[in-house]
């Protein structure tokens, strides 16, 4: 595995790095643009609608036709990543700066190092404990009451949240297809109906308007489609066969600071010195327990074949190996979103 990780070109590894970096720490201050005169919800539904179809026609070309059961997981996972998560977003930066909401959703992942713990009885490392005292204490600095933003939504956003964990636990072991860029795209297609009727029920077509399609908005939403939601999602899924997956997950704690200062130079939004703190707080957190030494069995560590006999001495429990099958599950159909942030 490292002799082919090493053959890949350096230039190829660096420039898709700094894609996923770029633009999905970007994609907070377009929500934030496109907010600002089309509503939330709607917006997210045609977004994941054209985007989820490009996709779906490219990456399903000489594939057979998804399953009902792969339709219905995809579904699943759509609803927890994209209506959930993303949709929450998308809503709560209606009230709060986008460098603020892209460090409340920094915290995916604590939630899922506890829903890993919790549902997979997957030992926390000290410095992943350490991790999730530190960033929790730093969620608590940017939720205070009276700390400068919207508490109620912070709290509502940050429960949000918790779907982007859940749903990237649950796909570990769903059957998506095989191919991330089929499931994907059929995730979004998906979602893009959930979405859509969240924005009916809502209320959001009597805030469609002639005004809503003004140059700035439709620029950020066509960013969002062809750069952030396709463009991006190549340049990761790329990145998942060809690099250390503890190098892709780099992301998660660079994002964060690329949109809060995306959205200062853009939006001039304030940073104040307890978001500064809390940011840090959350950004340390993340490096500790995304480079966490504990791993699943299966990932990086040896763990004997499916069909091969344990050593001599030392059996494998049942538990062991069903969650080594969870895991060669997960990297056989890694989502859209499950480790993406909301780009």
């Known amino acids: 595995m490292t002799a082919a990780f090493a053959r890949r070109s350096p230039a190829a590894v660096a420039i898709a ?5 770029l ?3 970007s994609t907070y201050l377009a929500i934030r643009v ?3 005169t089309m509503p939330p919800f709607l917006m997210s539904s045609v977004r994941f609608l054209i985007a989820g179809a490009a996709l779906y026609v490219f990456a399903s070309r000489g594939r057979a036709r998804p399953t009902l059961r792969e339709w219905r997981a995809a579904a699943i996972v759509g609803a927890l990543l994209l ?6 977003v998308a809503w709560a930066e209606t009230r709060l700066d986008s460098g603020f909401a892209a460090l409340i959703v920094a915290v995916i992942p604590l939630y899922v190092a506890l829903m890993d713990r919790a549902f997979f009885g997957r030992r926390l490392s000290t410095s992943a404990i350490v991790g999730l005292v530190i960033g929790f204490a730093g969620v608590a600095v940017l939720v205070r009451p009276g700390g400068g933003a919207h508490a109620a939504t912070a709290l509502i956003l940050l429960v949000t949240t918790s779907a982007w964990a859940a749903g990237s636990l649950y796909a570990r072991g769903a059957p998506l297809p095989s191919s991330p860029l089929l499931s994907a795209s059929m995730q979004m297609l998906a979602a893009s109906v959930f979405l859509g009727i969240t924005g009916l029920v809502a209320g959001e077509t009597s805030q469609v ?3 809503s399609f003004g140059t700035k908005p439709l620029i950020a939403f066509a960013y969002l489609v062809l750069v952030g939601s396709l463009i991006a999602f190549s340049a990761y899924a790329w990145l998942l066969k060809n690099v250390r997956i503890s190098t892709v997950a780099t992301y998660a704690f660079v994002n964060p600071v690329v949109a809060v200062a995306l959205g200062a130079m853009f939006l001039g939004e304030q940073i104040t010195a307890p978001t500064v703190f809390a940011g840090a ?4 957190a993340v490096v500790l327990i995304v480079t ?3 791993r699943y ?4 560590e040896e763990l004997q074949p499916e069909a091969s006999p344990a050593p001599a001495g030392r059996g494998i429990s049942r538990r062991d190996r069903a969650r080594a099958g969870a895991v060669r599950a997960w990297r056989r159909a890694l989502p859209a979103g499950a480790r993406s942030g909301t780009g």
């Open 281 to 284: 707080a959350i950004v340390l």
């Open 292 to 294: 966490s030494k504990q």
């Open 209 to 211: 308007h002639a005004d």
């Open 297 to 300: 069995p299966g990932t990086d």
């Open 17 to 21: 790095l700094a894609t996923v970096y």
């Open 83 to 88: 209506l959930v998560g993303n949709g929450g």
């Open 34 to 36: 496109t907010d600002r």
């Open 23 to 25: 633009v999905w720490g």
